[in-house]
């Protein structure tokens, strides 16, 4: 058990480095009878993919997979639904010059303290390639949930000090109109904006997104540790470059007297819902049917290019200097691994539900 | 698995309501040979005791405990610990007025729609009366960590809008000089002062306590899916009335940029440093032997004096007024519970550590 | 983890010592909206209790439990239930004569060596004891599955080398009607007689039980690692004593052609059924929906009355003698045993069997 | 959670069908450091390889693998270790025969009721294919094994009514001598014999195999439900067509007095031993020393030649016709799959148990 499992009913297990054969997924769990979309994983990948605009990484990553096992006649037969992308060129590129240097804020140090060995091509096993296969993770999760009228949606709501006015309403249609995946056209501009000059200077930035999920049943979560926004919270701060986690409130709360906060019921010709939305859609750990509101906080990408102070690995004074390709800003690409996490933990969590009530299991009773 | 259960190696599972017969925990995996010392565990429950100030409920509560099983001759011997505390005084108090009401906020509606039933005595089950157990749970895990040179120290760093300047060097002996439990005692009045104001109004207000872990030794943690901050946020955000978890630089991380936020390594005399720790003491999930921090948010206490709109069981309009003893502000008892969850954290990843290298299996190799 | 709990949703773990303050169980997802029956968990651990008749332990132990947790007006709540059993007498009666010895297949050394210390009151945590807790565990499953139209019924097969005869049709109705519980009364009387002689010679006897599990719905279980005849096997081989496990066929099928092994299916009137049941009810490590039947298979206790060679803590040859009071043969007392434990893997399996196919997930595929 | 991982911290999850793309596994926990003997993995696989003697099905299948992440200048890296056999042949061969019909003691029926869909073509998930990933599994578990000292060896000791006389003396050596893994020549011969008359018979038989864990150290294992034989019980009975499981004595403990069945413990020259070993090497579910023996009983195979009663889907009558080649005995091959299984159980319990004891975790207590 080193890590690579996440979830109980609907669970995944990745694998795969940056630079070996490549990245895979095992979904243990997948229930039997869906279609599967392999166009849908496809275009989610599409999404994550490098390359796709001026202001993520150039680099060149293959999103072809292969789907190995688990479906029959185009359908999930309950079994082991395991996919591998294959990486494209696995050449050992040139990495001598950090192969015994520790780069700042990377994985390096730890990865090689812990493990006495490090796959240092590209980051290895740390490197945000995996999250490729969580995206696939997600995007069959999603098929389901879709399915039960369940929708999410995450945008770009910050990049360094551009933050989106709190107080325009989100159209999220237009997520994936501009590069930036920020729903308002001048907003995103600005972002745009301030990523080309930071990449220009070879430096990288921070930013935030914020996701949302619609249509929820009630009901859905656990109480004590499992409970649902504690669930997404781990499931958010797994991915690589996450710093932070709230949700509903979240910080603001600090500041927020009981009166303010507390999300008053009322009855809406029927149906159940809160006048305010402080609680982000769960209380006690479990979603009373609002929208799930959370916002995850990303550093800049670690790898820049100006010269950096560092050890190498027998502990002596070095230089590091970035010559690869990298990503300015995570953010942009972050999006879909944001919501195929949050599809992940919200699907899992609807398994585990169903075994709740008596009353559900016995019939006539 | 309805969620009691957290840890793998050291794994607790907690039980207990509010105003049943008591609150509880087994710890399975609790390493043999510890003397068990009592005296620290019911030192630390007072800490999070009701009643232990002006700022705090004044309900009582027993905080007195038994072993129930896994210590012979005072030393743990590797068997389950379980621990009970009964509550006091289970008489069924008046609950009447809130028994067919869903108070704002709280978990009373979303515990009724999952479960179809509820102990609406002082929230039953989703009461933070539930931490006394995870409290006891992390004095035990403590114990150990200690030895091993390993500390843990919370404080509270902000109330509403009175914030601990980050400028000032903390001396963590003075946490519990004052009743706040924030250790710089002219902002520790403020506080203090500031939920007195908010006390007699009837209201509540939120807050955030800062936590720091050290003595790490270079290695804990896992990567991908359980990553080491990824655990203490699930841990953080499992807490009751807990908005938001960031470590290291977290949000502020948003507006940064690599140049600055990378923490660059130095050899001191031997020793492997970084001249920062934006990284928080992690690094790609993994502990890189600097001081572990983080920072974690709470909502105001939802149970408040003036009379809110709300709905009953039947999705009727209704009123509901707090009558019942409550917290203006749960930061200062919640300091050892955030102590108590890092430290079962902590002390998991280190047992799971121990398996991680062939060299360290294979004696002579 | 040290290996107290088991199952997945519907999950036990249990903690206590035989010479402690008690024996406990905390079930976590048991379904809501039980009522929960005392009486029927109470009656099943009398089935279980030392001191029921001549031809077991006359030691006296208390099976009186109060119910922690769980349950609000008589209702479980979906909270985790806590059940515990007080030890009535936990004196420390004379053990020295056993406190530096290893007694001869007990668990007194390899706990020792494991732990580097024992509570040897008793046999502590490695005593039968700790089966008390499992029967209350079974004996709320049994409730729901009671409820579900499934039924468990274990019995005596074989004491020593009387043995059942197969041919012989059973009336689960007399299972309890003698004292070693075997549902024909002759061989129930050969059986007994020959306990009672083993008795007096101061030794003790092995048997086997045999369990049928009725009622099954189709598609209960799982493929691969956790087939529901694997998760069986683990149940009862957890169980003290317990040498062996065969399900259908068992060791039989080893002499066996698949011309006789197979069940043929055959329509009876619109259910699908097999002419032969080898199988055992499962196909695949999947309930076919026939009976489920196994077998289990009980050393002779370890405690005997004359005096055995032996060493001591620090590896001196010694001599154990007998002289506490204990069962000539476990099977009797076991029988609630083997009926608990499946009844806890059949439940938990069924529970999470319910969120298998998309078609029951998502209403109007 | 659809039952495809085993194991704790030394993890396995499997995946693949008989007639799909191929069949793999994802070994999570995997020690980092090991120089990874591909040459010794493959051996493993071609001892589970059909087509490998007369005795054993003619099918042919792939053995050879791809190591597609893990491995690292050839040393395993503590990430995911992912092997993949691609399945040789895929093309549709027809099944039309069996498609709409349930093959009598297969795993269609319970399949297709479960799932609601069923990959029919070789038995898809169902079939033993899936135990060539297992091998994988257990052979890189077993090289770290041998390098504690630590051999496991299993034989076959009985095929139909031809059973291994137990006062032979075994010489391990010999068990790969002879294409049925007896290691006693005469009866090995006439074992061979009767599978070769039951083949011509088109029809299949029974047998069981014994497996010895030798180089054992005292103290692992787990109390309570993961007893050691429990684990290992699971990992059996999980073997397609195993139908029974036994320890140390097993089922002829049934028959046995205390006085002879205690094992005495005696000091040799230092070293604790027992005289005799009818606790298996287990007691109270941890190891003592002595070597580990356990049986596995295996059903006849349920593929024959001659024409079967049984339904189609619809319900309606019909007859099933064994054409394919399919083995007759399924010992043989078995042999190298209850190895691995054992490995796979002893490395996971060995990696848990370097946790227990305080005094192992704190340096200079």
Same mark, same amino acid.
């Given at each position: 058990?080193? #890590?690579?499992?996440?979830?109980?009913?609907?669970?995944?297990?990745? *694998?795969?480095?940056?630079?070996?054969?490549?990245?895979?997924?095992?979904?243990?769990?997948?229930?039997?009878?869906?279609?599967?979309?392999?166009? !849908?994983?496809?275009?989610?990948?599409?999404?994550?993919?490098?390359?796709?605009?001026?202001?993520?990484?150039?680099?060149?990553?293959?999103?072809?997979?292969?789907?190995?096992?688990?479906? *029959?006649?185009?359908?999930?037969?309950? $079994?082991?639904?395991?996919?591998?992308?294959?990486?494209?060129?696995?050449?050992?590129?040139? !990495?001598?010059?950090?192969?015994?240097? &520790?780069?700042?804020?990377?994985?390096? &140090?730890? !990865?090689?303290?812990? &493990?006495?060995?490090?796959?240092?091509?590209?980051?290895?096993?740390?490197? $945000?390639?995996?999250?490729?296969?969580?995206?696939? #993770?997600?995007?069959?999760?999603?098929?389901?949930?879709?399915?039960?009228? =369940?929708?999410?949606?995450? &945008?770009?709501?910050?990049?360094?000090?551009?933050?989106?006015?709190?107080?325009?309403?989100?159209? !999220?249609?237009?997520?994936?109109?501009? =590069?930036?995946?920020?729903?308002?056209?001048?907003?995103?501009?600005?972002?745009?904006?301030?990523? @080309?000059?930071?990449?220009?200077? +070879?430096?990288?930035?921070?930013? $935030?997104?914020?996701?949302?999920?619609?249509?929820?049943?009630?009901?859905?979560?656990?109480?004590?540790?499992?409970?649902?926004?504690?669930?997404?919270?781990?499931?958010?701060?797994?991915?690589?470059?996450?710093?932070? /986690?709230?949700?509903?409130? +979240?910080?603001?709360?600090?500041?927020?007297?009981?009166?303010?906060?507390?999300?008053?019921?009322?009855?809406?010709? #029927?149906?159940?819902?809160?006048?305010?939305?402080?609680?982000?859609?769960?209380?006690? +750990?479990?979603?009373? +049917?609002?929208?799930?509101? /959370?916002?995850?906080? *990303?550093?800049?990408?670690?790898?820049?290019?100006? $010269?950096?102070?560092?050890?190498?690995?027998?502990?002596?004074? @070095?230089?590091?200097?970035?010559? #690869?390709?990298?990503?300015?800003?995570?953010?942009?690409?972050?999006?879909?691994?944001?919501?195929?996490?949050?599809?992940?933990?919200?699907?899992?969590?609807?398994?585990?539900?169903?075994?709740?009530?008596?009353?559900?299991?016995?019939?006539?009773?």
């Amino acid at each position: 058990m080193a #890590g690579n499992t996440f979830g109980t009913l609907y669970r995944i297990t990745t *694998f795969g480095e940056s630079h070996g054969k490549g990245i895979g997924i095992v979904i243990d769990g997948c229930p039997s009878g869906l279609e599967l979309d392999e166009a !849908y994983i496809f275009s989610e990948l599409q999404r994550r993919k490098p390359g796709q605009s001026k202001i993520v990484t150039q680099r060149h990553e293959n999103e072809e997979f292969e789907v190995l096992s688990g479906v *029959f006649e185009g359908k999930t037969t309950g $079994a082991p639904l395991a996919i591998f992308i294959r990486n494209q060129d696995q050449r050992s590129k040139d !990495y001598s010059h950090i192969m015994d240097k &520790y780069r700042p804020s990377h994985a390096d &140090y730890t !990865y090689s303290k812990k &493990y006495g060995i490090r796959d240092y091509r590209g980051g290895g096993r740390s490197s $945000a390639r995996e999250t490729a296969a969580r995206v696939i #993770g997600g995007a069959v999760a999603m098929q389901i949930l879709l399915k039960m009228g =369940i929708d999410i949606n995450a &945008y770009v709501n910050q990049v360094g000090n551009i933050k989106l006015d709190s107080n325009i309403k989100i159209d !999220y249609t237009k997520i994936d109109d501009n =590069i930036i995946r920020c729903p308002h056209s001048e907003t995103a501009s600005q972002m745009i904006d301030l990523i @080309t000059k930071i990449k220009k200077q +070879g430096d990288t930035i921070g930013g $935030a997104i914020h996701c949302n999920i619609s249509g929820m049943p009630v009901g859905v979560g656990a109480p004590v540790f499992d409970k649902l926004h504690a669930e997404l919270g781990k499931a958010m701060l797994s991915i690589n470059a996450v710093k932070g /986690f709230e949700f509903g409130s +979240g910080f603001d709360a600090v500041t927020m007297k009981g009166s303010a906060h507390n999300d008053a019921f009322e009855n809406k010709d #029927g149906k159940i819902t809160t006048k305010t939305n402080f609680s982000g859609g769960i209380q006690g +750990g479990i979603s009373n +049917g609002m929208d799930i509101t /959370f916002n995850v906080a *990303f550093k800049p990408v670690a790898t820049i290019i100006p $010269a950096q102070d560092s050890i190498d690995k027998d502990g002596n004074d @070095t230089i590091v200097t970035g010559k #690869g390709r990298h990503d300015p800003c995570v953010v942009p690409r972050a999006v879909p691994i944001v919501e195929s996490m949050a599809a992940i933990v919200i699907l899992d969590h609807i398994l585990i539900d169903r075994s709740t009530r008596l009353v559900d299991l016995v019939s006539g009773l």
